[in-house]
């Protein structure tokens, strides 16, 4: 009975996620519904947020060289090398290698994931990052991506690949990151080869098509019972055979030298390449995530010094959210360690039980229930 009114109480909830960009089939039994997938209710937010990003993307294209436009327009996603000068490249890079301070540590499989959030108080000791985050053609290529008119959240992100004992970086796996557009962004401070994890992307996988759609709408039916965890939580994983039966062509992996930018819609379909060895990759990343169906009339994230301060202000309302006994936040304070810094706090320091770790700091509908219940 009390479970009862509980589920009932909640449903309200639920309801207005589906207005979201909540995408666990898992944690929302509307967005999981089987019969209400088999009517089309993942296809149908998957198209409409597809046309609002669309709409939204016409105004942002239009201060964008028109050669990158219609890169992204084709493939999804831009590369642009030599993007900064090399003197500026060189200030800047002497400014992430001499800086020590607090920075995040999570896992994912057998990889460490290190960020350092560029606020402005950050920013301050590493100026030359700050000429990087201030070039135009940056924050305008990750909005027209993103198809929203923010400041993203920008940090300094080192990748070290085998650097703990696990089960592959699940980051391997070919897949898209939720059922819109949405935007990541490289630039690199380190060389990516073929065989040193480059980004890939399948070109073209960020548009829609009917084999698509039907594919999605199988996958939507089964994602809240699947084995796959993250396909179940609505980032579908998907196999080179899939994506050939949609018409996509082959994935294409971008190795590139530092003083590289990439841009890309992660809706389409992209992954980590495999790492042979243990290594490290360093670079200036970034990420926007906004409500896929509406854009607020007024965004107080425009403001750069209001935009730039989110990042960490995210990673302390998940602190705090940790601290009153809802749910795990996988991002582990680290301080006084260097973006270039091999060391790892490991296991024993991000604690992040077995299960927990593709959350990657989400707080899910589950988690908002908890804290709602105590
Ligand atoms: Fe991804």
């Known amino acids: 009975m009390h479970k009862t009114i509980k ?110 959030a560029l606020e402005p108080r950050v920013l301050a000791r590493m100026p030359g990052v700050r000429t990087l985050l201030d070039v135009p053609l940056l924050g305008r290529l990750i909005r027209l991506a993103g198809s929203r008119d923010c400041e993203p959240l920008y940090y300094i992100q080192t990748i070290l690949p085998h650097a703990v004992t696990g089960v592959p970086d699940p980051q391997l796996q070919l897949h898209a990151d939720t059922f819109h557009p949405t935007v990541k962004a490289w630039f690199t401070l380190t060389e990516t080869a073929e065989n040193s994890g480059p980004f890939v992307y399948v070109p073209g996988s960020h548009r829609l098509n009917p084999a698509r759609q039907a594919w999605e709408k199988r996958m939507s039916l089964e994602a809240a019972g699947s084995a796959d965890r993250l396909s179940g939580r609505g980032s579908f994983r998907v196999d080179e055979e899939a994506l050939a039966a949609m018409g996509y062509p082959a994935p294409r992996a971008v190795a590139v030298p530092a003083n590289t930018l990439i841009v890309a819609d992660t809706g389409g379909f992209h992954a980590r390449g495999v790492s042979e060895q243990p290594g490290i990759r360093v670079e200036i990343w970034a990420y926007e995530r906004g409500n896929p169906f509406f854009a607020p009339l007024v965004d107080p994230w425009r403001i750069h010094a209001v935009g730039r301060r989110r990042a960490p202000a995210l990673w302390a309302f998940h602190d705090w959210l940790e601290e009153g006994g809802v749910g795990v936040h996988v991002w582990r304070k680290r301080g006084d360690v260097g973006a270039f810094d091999l060391d790892v706090g490991g296991h024993a320091s991000v604690h992040v039980p077995p299960g927990l770790s593709g959350r990657f700091g989400q707080v899910t509908s589950r988690m908002l229930r908890r804290f709602v219940r105590r």
Not at 21 to 41: A, M
Not at 61 to 68: D, N, Q, S, T, Y
């Open 7 to 116: 589920t009932i109480l909640t449903y309200p909830v639920w309801t207005l996620q589906l207005f979201t960009g909540v995408k666990s089939f898992r944690d929302n039994p509307l967005i999981g519904s089987r019969r209400l997938n088999e009517t089309g209710l993942h296809v149908l937010r998957q198209s409409v947020a597809h046309r609002a990003a669309s709409w939204r993307r016409r105004r942002l294209k239009r201060a964008i060289p028109p050669h990158l436009v219609t890169e992204f327009d084709r493939d999804g996603f831009v590369v642009i090398r030599d993007f900064l000068p090399a003197a500026t490249f060189s200030r800047l890079l002497d400014d992430v290698r001499q800086y020590r301070g607090e920075a995040r540590e999570t896992i994912q499989g057998d990889t460490v994931t290190r960020r350092i």
